[in-house]
């Protein structure tokens, strides 16, 4: 298996710009993971899925941020609009099983800056 | 708040040596702690793991530890090498999710 996909690796856009980070979680994990990472506040969960539903997103900073999981093999991180503070490294991870951090495997991260 | 942090933001350490990584939590009732590794450029990755009904726990070349009673635990990486390298984080399992604390830099001297 190749592992949790993200794209883009990279994403540099100017503020009020729509941003969308995807995530391939391995095949047969169940749970979906969306974390955003700074030097300051660390890494930080920001909502996930079992089996393609919601479960909490209280990590969530606000409106401008969304996450879709349309199906097993595809998760979507949306923001709208963009602003610099938004810029950070964006990491989806998945899993096979309820917590159990042994389980849990990240993507490489996509690294957004806002101009 | 509840929270896992760490002890130190960096830590260096001679090629060779043994590295002593520590973190301290506040939630008398976790029960489960995971150590992850973050090398440049890429996502955490996992280390090790214990249960609270354990004080330790070994892997290859490293050992996790805990202490229950001062709610501490550290990571120990023997005869560290330049690919140990990394930025390491202890994260405390709640459930469906983990929660990390700010990590440790760990820089290896020639």
């Known amino acids: 298996d190749a592992g949790v996909i993200q794209s883009p690796r990279h994403e540099v856009t100017e503020m009020g710009q729509e941003v969308t980070l995807r995530c391939k979680p391995i095949?047969?994990?169940?749970?979906l993971f969306w974390y955003r990472q700074t030097m300051m506040r660390g890494l930080e969960l920001l909502i996930y899925?079992?089996?393609?539903?919601?479960?909490?997103d209280s990590g969530m900073p606000e409106d401008r941020f969304s996450a879709k999981m349309p199906n097993a093999s595809f998760s979507t991180l949306k923001i709208q609009p963009s602003e610099p503070r938004d810029s950070a490294v964006y990491f989806c991870?998945?899993?096979?099983?309820?917590?159990?951090?042994?389980?849990?495997?990240f993507g490489p991260g996509t690294r957004l800056l806002v101009l | 708040g509840e929270s896992v942090g760490l002890h130190l933001p960096t830590l260096s350490v001679q090629e060779g040596d043994n590295s002593i990584i520590n973190c301290a939590y506040s939630?008398?009732?976790?029960?489960?702690f995971i150590w992850y590794k973050q090398e440049s450029g890429k996502g955490p990755q996992f280390i090790i793991d214990?249960?609270?009904?354990?004080d330790k726990r070994q892997g290859q070349r490293v050992t996790v530890l805990l202490n229950k009673t001062v709610k501490h635990l550290s990571l120990q990486i023997a005869a560290t090498q330049p690919g140990d390298s990394a930025v390491y984080f202890c994260?405390?399992?709640?459930?469906?999710?983990?929660?990390f604390g700010k990590g440790t830099r760990l820089h290896i001297l020639p």
């Open positions: 991870a998945s899993s096979w099983a309820s917590g159990g951090g042994e389980t849990q495997y």
């Open positions: 095949s047969g994990h169940d749970y």
């Open positions: 899925f079992n089996n393609n539903v919601p479960i909490d």
């Open positions: 939630n008398s009732a976790s029960d489960y």
């Open positions: 214990i249960r609270s009904n354990m």
């Open positions: 994260a405390e399992n709640r459930g469906d999710k983990i929660i």
